[in-house]
């Protein structure tokens, strides 16, 4: 029996339509691992990154997010070990208060407006402040580091 010879194309084709397949389920896999999307005003929000599916699903997302916040403690090794604050306050560089949350885990993205806010955050007992300006568009990371050996 003579086998028919498929045209080049049709193989490229068929390779595209796997790999979209394939990217698709990748991006779908990685949204269901992220914690649910939650929402203050105009201001949307999503915590976590407890366990390495969460973790990975919030990095690949950060950049669709206009702030990511990563909270991670140095406990004097040679490495850092993530953290979960108590509380986390945003304020506009007018003390308007945006969002003031008890994050789920050692990341944190939020969907701000464009302007210059001041991001609080505090582990029960120390505080650290940073302030951040959102440009329409732009993505902006910041990363909250407590010491081990601090006094509050």
Known sequence: MKQKKHHPLVHACAAIA???FLIGNVLAADEMALPAVQRAGDVTWISGGVGLDESDAMKAQAGKYSLSVLFAAHMGGKRDVYTSPAKVTITRSDNTPVLDIKPDGPYLLVNL????YRINATDGQRSRTQAVTIS???HKHLVFVWQEAETP
């Open 113 to 116: 407006p464009a302007g210059k």
């Open 18 to 20: 796997a790999t979209i």
């Open 136 to 138: 329409a568009g732009a």
